[in-house]
Structure formats: C-alpha cells, structure tokens
C-alpha cells in the first residue's frame, strides 16, 4: 500500500505517493494560499487517486515547530492536530515532521547531479551535516551519524537565531529591522519577505515582490543585483555560525526555494568568503565543503527516504 508524503511550505504544498521503493509518484504541486487549512488541501489531493491507491498512512514535512500532538504553521496561519487531522484524512496513521528535518534524511540519497559544490573542503562521512535554506521562511536541521551506522535528524529553529552584520550597510539594515520588528532573526532578512525588506532597506526604495527583485536582477539592474549579493553573503553568514555550532564536518547544504532559483547569482556572491570568515576559525570552515541543492523535490526525496526505512 503506497505512503502519502506531503511537503508543505509557506507558499506551495506538494503532495506525492511513496512506497517500499523507489522515487515519489504522483508529484502534484499545490498553491497553500487556495485552502484555509491543511485537511482541505490534503483531501484535495487525495480525491485525485483511485481507491486502490488512497493510502492508510502518511507522513507530512511541515514549515512550523512540531512539538506534541499539535502544531502551528506560523507562515501560513494554519493551526491543526495530529489525531484530528489523522481521522479528518480517514487515515490509520499519521507522522508529522519538521521540513528541514526531512530534507535531512534526503543528504544521503542525493546524487551528485543533486548537488553544486560551492568553494573547497572535503567531507568527513563519519561527521554531522547540516541544511539549511531560505524560501518563504529559513529552515535550519542537521544530520547526526549514530554508532550502528544510521543517521538521526535534528530539527530546529535556527532561522529565528539574532542576525549579526559584518559591515556598515549591514548594520544600517538591522538596525531598521529592529525599529520595526523588535528583533532581526536571521529569517527577517533571509526570506522572500526578507529579501523585499532587505532590497527597500538598502537603497532607500518601496517594497517590491521578492520575485520582482528577482527579476530585475537576473535582468543586470544593479540595485537588485546588489541585493541578491547581500542576501547570499548574509546566508553565508548565518551558514558558517550554524557550521561552527554543530561541528558540520561532514558538508553545509543550503536549499529552499530562493538559492536554486537564482543559481549563477548565488555562485557569484561572497556567500562562501562569508562562510570562511570567522577570524581564527577560518582554517576549519575552510575545510568544511558546502553545496546547493538543486534537486527538484528534495523533501520528497528525504520524506520517501523516511518511508522506505519501515518497509
């Protein structure tokens, strides 16, 4: 009997079928801004299926906090529990985990076609890992190798650590931020609504759409293009403290949305001096490699990894 799998972000959900084997079926990608909760959005994809593929389990990858039988997805709104959204689904079983907790389990089943190396380091198989990315939010999770040979992934909320900046235009920056939002989190500046409050900031300009800015820089508009360089050199930043604090020897992967889609801009930053540049520590990040994620489903793929280890 295939497994449910569904990720569900900030802005799209994608659902799909696992089974004991084998990638994701059935991908159908969904807009979370059409459903006023989960269960409408679950059931929507459900209905696409025959009765002989509506599964009796799932496991969903949530953008929020799971702690207990209930849960908040404080970029959507979306409040539910795991017992009433299990019987609303009329499934046997249900499992819900963190986002970036699923994206964990997918490291080692990426391929090297998954994967773009950004600067040098080597990985040490036997070291945790971490992955980490900005999107509608930022995600933050390590990988941690156990003594039978397993892998055990940690979830967090590193996205909401204190932002720190490394320069003039950096301070000015934060400094808005916190006028306006009492505390710059990393997730302030590193997120699409980051990157449209990050773009105002530094230019002095009204907000626009991430997309927007997105736009004009891959059309060489300079403003923009500078936003995007900001943007990665802070996520360099942010990736190099979360290295340094969970000893990362075995590779940094960033993912999310918003990396992948601006690749080239992303390569061209100084996202990875930022990463090396810890003052003493700069030999030992320097030895740490990191990578984007450009797999297309990469949460899927870590969500399927989860499925099959029960079959």
């Known amino acids: 009997m295939p497994v449910l799998i569904a990720d569900i972000g900030g802005t799209h959900a994608r659902c799909a079928l696992a089974a004991a084997s084998g990638e994701p079926q059935a991908v159908r990608i969904y807009a979370c801004a059409d459903f006023a909760a989960l269960s409408p959005l679950l059931t929507t994809y459900l209905d696409t299926l025959s009765p002989a593929d509506r599964p009796r389990r799932a496991v969903l990858a949530l953008a929020a906090p799971i702690r207990g039988e209930h849960f908040v997805m404080i970029n959507r709104g979306w409040r539910d529990s795991i017992p009433a959204l299990r019987d609303a689904l009329g499934l046997d079983r249900l499992e819900v985990m963190n986002d970036f907790a699923a994206l964990a389990h997918a490291l080692p089943a990426l391929e090297p076609a998954d994967l773009v190396a950004v600067g040098g380091g080597t990985a040490d198989p036997a070291a945790p890992r971490v992955v980490l990315g900005p999107g509608t939010g930022l995600g933050v999770a390590s990988l941690v190798p156990l003594p039978d040979g397993s892998w055990r992934a940690l979830p967090g909320e590193g996205g ?152």
Do not use: M, N
Not at 205 to 213: G, K, V
Not at 257 to 284: M, Q, T, W
């Open 160 to 311: 909401h650590v204190t932002l720190a900046a490394q320069d003039e235009a950096e301070e000015r920056v934060i400094a808005l931020a916190r006028r306006r939002f009492g505390h710059c989190s990393a997730e302030r500046l590193l997120s699409g609504a980051g990157l449209s409050f990050l773009h105002a900031a530094l230019h002095d300009l009204p907000a626009l759409p991430p997309e927007r800015i997105g736009e004009q820089a891959l059309a060489g508009e300079a403003t923009a293009g500078t936003t995007l360089a900001t943007f990665f050199q802070l996520l360099g930043t942010v990736a190099g403290d979360t290295a340094l604090t969970l000893g990362a020897a075995g590779g940094v992967y960033i993912a999310g949305g918003i990396g992948p889609r601006y690749r080239e801009a992303f390569l061209a930053s100084g996202f990875r001096e930022r990463f090396e540049a810890k003052g003493r520590y700069r030999d030992y990040l320097r030895a740490i490699p990191t990578w984007l994620v450009v797999a297309a489903q990469p949460t899927l793929t870590g969500l399927a990894a989860w499925v099959r280890r029960d079959y």
